[in-house]
Structure formats: structure tokens, C-alpha cells
């Protein structure tokens, strides 16, 4: 039960996380796309209603979504620019745009989180989660998920399983 519980807490902060990400990067991008005014609500919008079809935004939502469901595959920019129906220099403008970040800095982030949900959910180790998702070095793998995320894989885990004991025990 507490594993099943951790998991859903770990899933949890992991989506609102990007979700909330990728809401914000997307209504500004929408905004400077079409010109608009006012304010968007967090969760107001839904992705769809946001981008509009055939728009830069909406051919980078499509990517995302591929990237998304793919993180633990090696991709090209080149692939991922055809894919958009773009040159490579304006895939790369336009997706930092909507994201914030390069898309190799989008499937790192993927990356990490999924580590880390299948680290904490599926008591697995780092070195057999590394080429879960998609790394080839156990050490690069490490000196990103410490940098991301302040601390040594082990290390981490120690502290998210004491801030979700704190937060049940209130």
C-alpha cells in the first residue's frame, strides 16, 4: 500500500510539474503568436485549445507529445524538425519559444523524471534505471540527476521519502 501510494505521489508532482511547465511556455508563446492580451489561467486552456492547427505551436505540441511517449529513444533534430514541417534553425527557435529549453534539455528533463519516479516507485537502481531511460553512461546519468535535482540519486530519494512521510503524518 505505501508503495502504491508513493507512486501516485511521485506521478503526481511529476505531471503537475510539466503540465504546469508547458501550460505557462505555450500561452506565452500563444500570446506573442496571435497578438492577444489578458491573462491565461494555469490550467484554464487546455494544450489543443491553446494551439491552434497548423500554427508553429501546434507542430511543437506534436513533437512534444512524440518526445514525451519516446524520451528513453536517441532522436535527431533533423527528424524532429521534418516532423514539424520545419527548417532545423526554426524548429530550435521555435521550440525553446514554446518550452523555455532546447529539445535535448526537454528529453533530459523527461528523462530525469522517470528515473526518479521509477526509482522511488519501483525500488530499482540507479545503474539498472540509467538504461531504463534512455542514458548510456551510468556516471553522466548521475551528474545530471544531481544537478537537476540537488543531490546524488541515493541521496534524494532519502529526502523525497522523508518530505511525503511528513506530508502523511499531517
Do not use: C, W
Not at 491573462?39 to 513533437?63: D, F, H, M, P
Not at 528529453?107 to 526509482?119: D, F, G, M, S, V
Amino acid at each position: 500500500m505505501y508503495e502504491m501510494n508513493f507512486d501516485i505521489f511521485i506521478m503526481h508532482q511529476m505531471k503537475q510539474y510539466l503540465i504546469s511547465h508547458l501550460y505557462q511556455m505555450i500561452a506565452q508563446s500563444y500570446h506573442k503568436e496571435t497578438s492577444l492580451s489578458g491573462s491565461v489561467g494555469q490550467y484554464g486552456i487546455t494544450l489543443e485549445q491553446l494551439a491552434i492547427e497548423g500554427s508553429y505551436t501546434y507542430r511543437i505540441k506534436n513533437v512534444i507529445e512524440r518526445l514525451m511517449h519516446r524520451y528513453d529513444q536517441a532522436f535527431r533534430i533533423e527528424d524532429l524538425a521534418e516532423m514539424a514541417n520545419m527548417s532545423v534553425s526554426s524548429f530550435h527557435r521555435h521550440f525553446k519559444e514554446v518550452t523555455a529549453m532546447s529539445p535535448l534539455q526537454f528529453q533530459k528533463q523527461l528523462r530525469l523524471y522517470e528515473a526518479r519516479r521509477l526509482l522511488l516507485s519501483e525500488a530499482a537502481d540507479a545503474a539498472e534505471v540509467t538504461f531504463r531511460v534512455g542514458y548510456e553512461s551510468p556516471s553522466q546519468f548521475s551528474r545530471e540527476y544531481s544537478r537537476m535535482f540537488g543531490l546524488p540519486p541515493k541521496e534524494d530519494l532519502k529526502r523525497v521519502k522523508v518530505s511525503y512521510n511528513q506530508q502523511t503524518d499531517e
